[in-house]
């Protein structure tokens, strides 16, 4: 059906302005005014803004990881991200050493089919690279559509990759037109830290901090930088945390390496004392990195004002409090790692950045966004508002003030990270090609109606900053 969203404020990276959308077949036909149809649908958002739909360029949905699988899967993951104004997400496909990585991806499409209610897309593991790999790699890219590779440097004897490996996809990735992503831990120094701990009798969920301080991150992080440079590739890092990494990543970009740095909501508005919560709490808290010291908030909301920090994931990956996190209970090494995230980041990157003007509101587009189409191959028909493009649009209401709560999340999981946190925005309605996802506030998509993107190779689309940064 034809619609016309009318009366908003549109807002992308580069541009704000009073117009009304056409949308016809699933994408934007008209941008202007006045627009008359007796078979068009008319939507009012007065009073609003209209964003391209959010990217959310970080995700673990229906995850395995320690004797247990993440709470949220592609139905309720989906749904969740729709609802905080999400309509596209790239999820990472995990691999095994021995298998093929068709297996692997075939894997995550049955975990997606008939489930997602947005579009999606895979990140690819690369734990080891060797000849079939190698093999396999150009098919991945061509047939799949994967353009972007992820190599683990924590989590010894489970995810590792060795520098070699990560190399090597350095190299592969340069040639084939890939973006690799890291996640930036010395997974050794940590290995030895937790062990060390345990014996010491430490084992509370604090532990899990202090055994990967900010130093193993910011190690691992100007490691890959280097190995990037000397492969003459590119490089993404995933959910900086702290000072020591950001400043690995701008001294990088500063000397011409090709790299890109991606901070989290949950770094921008918690710290480390939160697992130091008692009765076990701060198990709902544990994830790596771990949260960290107050003050590396100031340094990374600097870093996305000035652009050394480009995109804001979510790295969702829930797992419920009561018969999940409190597998650690007694081994703080042991507890699942990861949160519930992939709601509330919109809001939270709108309510503590633009409201409390630390970021621009179209930098903040920028970050939720059009960014990650970019950098991962789905721009332009994703990431912004214009004539031909996907009609993924959030109508967002920015005089909105709630309190995030797990009462009221759509998250499957039994807390929430953020709880009794007040916010100022919130979306109201999403389109997803046309086509409401979320209407007033209510779900009213279809599971299964997300489609599978593939996307184009690293470098076909301008990478050039956006023109507004302050």
Known sequence: MKKVIKNGT?????????????????????????F???????????????????????????????GTVTKDDFETGTIAAAFGGTTTVI????????????????????????????????????????????????????????????VFMAYKNVLQADDETLFRTLISAKELGALVMVHAENGDVI???????????????IYHALTRPTEVEGEATGRAAILTGLASSQLYVVHVSCADAARKIAEARNNGIDIWGETCPQYLVLDQSYLEKPNFEGAKFVWSPPLREKWNQDVLWNALKTGQ??????????????????????????????????????????SEGVKKGRI?????????STRS??????????????????????????????TISQETHHMAVDYNAFEGMKVTGEPISVLSRGEFVIRDKKFVGQLGAGQYLKRKKYGTNDQSETTNLV
């Open 309 to 350: 920090l480009q995109t804001v994931g979510s790295d969702q990956c829930s797992f419920d409090f009561n018969g999940q996190k409190d597998l650690g209970k007694g081994d703080f090494s042991k507890i699942p790692n990861g949160g519930p995230i992939i709601e509330d980041r919109v809001s939270i990157l709108f």
């Open 91 to 150: 999820d990472f496909c995990l691999t095994n050493k021995g298998e093929t990585l068709q297996s692997a991806i075939e894997n995550w499409h049955a975990k997606s089919n008939h489930k997602a209610v947005i579009d999606y897309g895979f990140h690819l593991q690369i734990v080891e690279m060797n000849e079939d790999v190698l093999h396999e790699l150009p098919k991945v890219i061509e047939q799949e559509g994967i353009t972007s590779f992820k």
């Open 191 to 205: 290995d030895y830290l937790v062990k060390k701990a345990l014996e010491q009798g430490h084992t509370d969920p």
């Open 360 to 368: 621009s509101l179209n930098q903040f587009v920028d970050l939720v």
């Open 10 to 34: 549109i807002v992308t990276a580069t541009d704000t302005y009073h117009a009304d959308l056409f949308i016809e077949n699933g994408v934007i036909s008209q941008i202007g005014k006045h």
């Open 373 to 402: 189409a970019k950098l991962f191959g789905l721009y332009p028909r994703k990431g912004t508002i214009a004539v031909g493009v996907d009609a993924d649009i959030v109508i967002f209401d920015p005089t909105v003030e709630r």
């Open 36 to 66: 008359s149809s007796d078979d068009a649908e008319i939507i009012d958002a007065k009073g609003c803004y209209v964003f391209p739909g959010g990217i959310d360029p970080h995700t673990h949905l229906e995850m395995p990881f320690g």
